[in-house]
């Protein structure tokens, strides 16, 4: 008979189950059913019955396989795996201790670079609707280069609020450029805060902050009022509710119109106060305006839900078109887009703004998706070298543990069972190695953060699906780790085991060769790797920038002096200890902006895009700045009208001798404005980091009545301690402003903290996967040691002496080494290649570097296994072949 009711076709292990057991009580309970089934169906339905057939076997017998007393057996059996592995461990005390060591160290270092990239990629994720919200970068295309600009004109955000239904809100962001402390005066109280930002009405509809005080609706409205981070609005005003009240910048009254709560640490665009961007002189003319030119704030986007980014971002090349061009055309001139200038617009994702964007004008310096890449090979690297340690101190315990295998099955022990017991054994040296590297994480990541300035935390480790997935990852660790072991131990024949004559495989071998080869290939990358990195840290840290950036003093200056700076500067220098003061707008390091000049004296030069910076007569002596030609500012002469360009503005302007030739701003808007006498070439110095390559700058002379941001002042090494404090009563006398300071060395630094948190990163964890490898390396050694002792017995009997044998037993490593060098070399030059020309300075990779490797390896290997090499070299013979 044909069966009826629904079919659904069981998956292959349900079939394979179900015939397993079909085979077995066929004939006692199942007879009858074979029959109907079977027997009397037609040869078309043969095969669709057979699967029915198998399908309500496995219906029967499920009651039985799942029964109480299965479950309690199942039970009882893996208890009993666990109790053994117990006892294996407790009796192979160093075994279990280098086991668990190496464990630990591997998993607590991937655990560490998770909880580092879990932050890293954690950036912006914290805003509700993150992956609607996008940032619009300007790709600036001069005649002779292009730059890329994280800001934007202030009045491309009223044009797509107005003109684009794709748009759901839109908002404008400012940082102030040239100074980044605000002095906030609280009744007698000066406080000079670095995390003042401004922002439009709508900034809270884009990003979400959640508000304690006040409504987000009105917060930002009005040109005086400000919103407070909680941490802020404690600090001014204690426990006391702050809203509505208020405080001075500068003489402006300003009022408190919201309290939002702390801003995460994970964002690229971190703030304490909230001011509206309408408190800015120059954005609301540049608003009135209708300036298209100067990329003065950050437009973000809130694009509504379903629509296309992609598309959006095309229709960018019309808007420039139709509403820019007539600012663009009166400023640069008619034919603008003729001589090669072009403005095109991008998206950037909010949440890949902190890894993948490195622009000029940014924000802060952000991160590198390259480094995290990195992080994540090194982590699995380390993985690996865990598992392959396993496997060879596993294998290296082969003859012990073969024995037992052979006892066991004598005694009637199944394959499969012996291959639980083994796996079961890994599983739990894989667990009790991730208990003891949380606990090493946690007692580790206050000094990680401290090292790195971050503030991570495991945290995370306690979301269930964190639990779940790492619990995950160390079953599977266990699984991957001892499945070979489990394979090649269960194999085993009692009968030649327990004679003696176990030998291993020269399947197996190779693998282990394999294994310990592609250590130290990755051991071999990863230390001239690391080297490779160190220099480029180096590089950076140490490169002539063209100044000296060493016992340089900043003072910043957010307030009017109450004296003329002259009158400071002067006293300044008396100071024992002070070798020279100078003062500038464009300190190294801090962003200065940008303007168009060109040739007063030859109009058929080329237009030059260079940034702009002001120093007094002494600032380039202070900061030992050299003049290629011409001369220097200096009090001996009228330079109100004089300029200093750099050589790479020399050679962009295209001036053959270019002392005493003359310049302008070109400025079609303002018609013709003063021109500027060259009178000397500076020496192309980097104001920006080593990022970014040296591009032209038109310095010009702080005259009468200039007062800098910021004052350099050169102090004698020897002198540093007591001179801050005769510096600070020179500079209480002449401000009322708190006497705010810095090192310009440790100021330039912070341009490279991402570079140098890598660096470290890549340096600890190289260790780790060097310490590790020689673990695995002398698990090797161990094995090998077991394995040709009676080898080397016999060589001994035959007259061979200590050092040969020593020399015999490390030939194999050495001829390991040799390969991994050979091809561990080429693939670590490309990678680090590629990885260096990202920077536009960077060091030449040396061979050097890759000889220092490859000794060190060798000498690390012959260190590691020298143990057991003079150990078997000065075994007895007759001991090692007594049973020959």
Known sequence: MEPSGKYKPPSFAVKALTMFCAERWLDEVLGDLEEQFIDNVTLKGRFRAKWIYCWEVFRFIRPHIFSQKFKQNRIIMTLNHFKISYRNLVRNKVYAFVNLLGLSAGIGSVLLISVYLNNELSYDKFYKDNDRIYRIALERIYPDRTRFFASSPVNLATVLKENYDQVEEVTRFHKLFFSDRVPVTIEEDTYQEPGYRFADADYFKVFSHRFLHGNPETALDAPDKVVLTESIAIKYFGDANALNKTFLIDTTLFKISGVIEDVPPTTHNKFELMGSIHQLGFIRQAIESNSWINP???????????????????????????????????????????????????????????????????????????????????????????????????????????????IRKVMGSHRGSLINQFITESILICFLSALIAVILVYIMLPAFNNLLGKSLSLIMLLEPVSIISFLIFIFLVGITAGIYPAMVLSSLQPSSVLKGSYKTSTKGVWLRNSLIGLQFFISIMMISGSILVHNQMAFFLNKDLGFDKENILVINVTQPLETDYESLKHELRTLDGVSSVGGAFGMPGVFIGSGVFRSADDPELSDMRANIATFDDEFMETLQMDVAEGRGFSPDFNDSLSVMINESGIEALGLKDPIGRKIKVANAATGPGPEFTIVGVAKDY???????????????????????????????????????????????????????????????????????????????????????????????????????????????VLGASPFNIVASFSKGFVKLISIAFIIGVPVTYVLVDKWLSTFAYHIDISWLSFVIAGVFSIVLVLITISYQSIKIALLNPVNTIRDE
């Open 686 to 796: 980097h104001f920006r980091s080593l990022h970014a390559a040296i591009s032209p700058v038109v310095i010009y002379n702080g005259n009468q009545g200039f007062t800098p941001p910021t004052i350099a002042v050169r102090v004698k090494s020897e002198h540093v301690q007591n001179l801050l404090e005769k510096i600070e009563d020179t500079w209480e006398i002449h401000s009322s402003q708190e006497f705010d300071f810095s090192f310009l060395d440790q100021d330039l630094q912070k341009d490279y903290e991402a570079d140098l948190a890598t660096g470290f990163l890549f340096d600890v964890f190289t260790l780790i996967a060097i310490i590790m490898s020689c673990i695995g390396l002398f698990g090797l050694a161990t094995y090998l040691v077991e394995q040709r002792m009676k080898e080397m017995g016999i060589r001994k």
């Open 296 to 406: 003065w704030v950050y437009t973000y986007v809130k694009l509504k839900k379903g629509v296309d980014a992609a598309f959006f971002e095309s229709q960018f090349d019309a808007l420039v078109e139709q509403y820019g061009k007539p600012d663009i055309a009166q400023r640069l001139g008619a034919n603008f887009d003729e001589e090669g200038h072009k403005f095109l617009y991008f998206l950037q994702g909010l949440t890949d703004i902190h890894l993948r964007s490195n622009l000029d004008v940014e924000i802060d310096a952000n991160g590198d998706i390259t480094y995290i890449y990195m992080l994540a090979i090194i982590a699995a690297i380390i993985l690996i070298i865990s598992t392959i340690n396993f496997i060879n101190l596993s294998t290296a315990r082969s003859t012990e543990r073969a024995k037992e295998v052979g």
